[in-house]
């Protein structure tokens, strides 16, 4: 039996097929059409499961348990939303059950207070912005303002380094940051303010004064 | 308009082009204000700094491992069985 009519697709066809049949071929049960469509997808899974979890080793185990969800759930997958977004959903709950247990409430508090900077009754800052001397171009290949960088986001909590990687690193938009999410957009927007605040306010110390990085 | 103003605006627009009414107004206002103006371009580069950090592509193995995985988990077929049904459509031909 031929339900989704991919049986007679050769190897070679079975890697430009639409994705909709695909799909639709996996959900019927097809070994072959999901195994190409772990094939498309096992990059942009592992990519942001790497972004998101900042490790190897964990950025595999999300990656396998990503797709297992992916296989056991495709039947509920009704094409609403597009695959790549669904995709990214199960990738982020993964890395969000990963999480659950770490100690998060004390950054999450100090993330609170970035919503709105302190400002006087005029709406000015209160306290003076430091400038940035170094553009990104200067600090490009600092070994230790990386390690500063990957600190700055292990501190951000999951929920705020989601978004922030979704946006700014993914290039996904604020709609659809919210759907994978399964937030509103002015919550993925207020996560976004907090999280983008909170990295600048941790490179400030090494891009407002380059001679603390190297004792210049 | 105010600072409070514009930091709420330009974390929301960070990369959009500034070109309606509001917009304009923040830009006099950044035209003006240094604080935001610094603000702006530190946020800016932070986005980038954060964009150039490598991600690496899936390890070696790492496809091997996922489709064992799948098997033992019922996901895929196991070899074996694989084998046979191919061995099947071919006979079937």
């Given at each position: 039996?031929?339900?989704?009519?991919i049986?007679?697709?050769?190897?070679?066809?079975?890697?430009?097929?639409?994705?909709?049949?695909?799909?639709?071929?996996?959900?019927?049960?097809?070994?072959?059409?999901?195994?190409?469509?772990?094939?498309?997808?096992?990059q942009?899974v592992?990519?942001?499961?790497?972004?998101?979890?900042?490790?190897?080793?964990?950025?595999?185990?999300?990656?396998?348990?990503?797709?297992?969800?992916?296989?056991?759930?495709?039947?509920?997958?009704?094409?609403?939303?597009?695959?790549?977004?669904?995709?990214?959903?199960?990738?982020?709950?993964?890395?969000?059950?990963?999480?659950?247990?770490?100690?998060?409430?004390d950054?999450?508090?100090?993330?609170?207070?970035?919503?709105?900077?302190?400002?006087?009754?005029?709406?000015?800052?209160a306290?003076?912005?430091?400038r940035?001397?170094?553009?990104?171009?200067?600090?490009?290949?600092?070994?230790?303002?990386?390690?500063?960088?990957?600190r700055a986001?292990?501190?951000?909590?999951?929920?705020y380094?989601i978004?922030?990687?979704?946006?700014?690193?993914?290039?996904?938009?604020?709609?659809?940051?919210?759907?994978?999410?399964?937030?509103?957009?002015?919550?993925?927007?207020?996560?976004?303010?907090?999280?983008?605040?909170?990295l600048?306010?941790?490179?400030?110390?090494?891009?407002?004064?380059?001679?603390?990085?190297?004792?210049? | 308009?105010?600072?409070?103003?514009?930091?709420?605006?330009?974390?929301?627009?960070?990369?959009?082009?500034?070109?309606?009414?509001?917009?304009?107004?923040?830009?006099?206002?950044?035209?003006?204000?240094?604080?935001?103006?610094?603000?702006?371009e530190?946020?800016?580069?932070?986005?980038?700094?954060?964009?150039?950090?490598?991600?690496?592509?899936?390890?070696?193995?790492?496809?091997?491992?996922?489709?064992?995985a799948?098997?033992?988990?019922?996901?895929?077929?196991?070899?074996?069985?694989?084998?046979?049904?191919?061995?099947?459509?071919?006979?079937?031909?």
């Open positions: 039996m031929d339900a989704h009519g049986s007679h697709v050769t190897g070679g066809q079975l890697k430009t097929l639409a994705e909709g049949k695909l799909i639709a071929a996996a959900r019927g049960g097809d070994a072959r059409a999901f195994s190409e469509l772990v094939r498309r997808y096992e942009t592992y990519r942001y499961a790497f972004k998101l979890c900042r490790d190897r080793e964990k950025a595999e185990e999300t990656f396998q348990d990503t797709f297992i969800n992916v296989y056991r759930k495709l039947r509920s997958f009704d094409g609403r939303s597009r695959f790549s977004t669904w995709l990214y959903a199960i990738v982020t709950n993964n890395c969000l059950m990963r999480h659950r247990r770490r100690k998060i409430r950054i999450e508090e100090s993330l609170e207070a970035l919503e709105s900077p302190g400002t006087t009754a005029d709406g000015k800052f306290h003076e912005i430091a940035w001397e170094e553009t990104p171009a200067d600090v490009m290949l600092d070994r230790e303002l990386r390690s500063q960088i990957e986001i292990g501190k951000l909590p999951p929920d380094r978004v922030f990687t979704l946006r700014d690193m993914e290039g996904k938009s604020t709609e659809e940051t919210a759907r994978i999410v399964g937030i509103s957009g002015e919550a993925a927007k207020s996560r976004l303010r907090r999280a983008r605040a909170f600048r306010e941790e490179l400030t110390p090494y891009m407002s004064h380059p001679g603390r990085r190297d004792g210049r | 308009m105010k600072c409070s103003d514009v930091y709420r605006h330009i974390c929301d627009n960070l990369d959009q082009r500034l070109g309606t009414r509001r917009c304009r107004e923040i830009r006099r206002h950044l035209g003006a204000c240094p604080d935001c103006r610094a603000y702006l530190s946020l800016k580069a932070t986005v980038v700094l954060y964009r150039s950090l490598p991600a690496p592509p899936l390890p070696k193995g790492a496809h091997d491992r996922l489709i064992r799948l098997r033992e988990s019922g996901c895929l077929p196991t070899q074996a069985a694989g084998t046979r049904r191919a061995h099947s459509r071919r006979a079937q031909k």
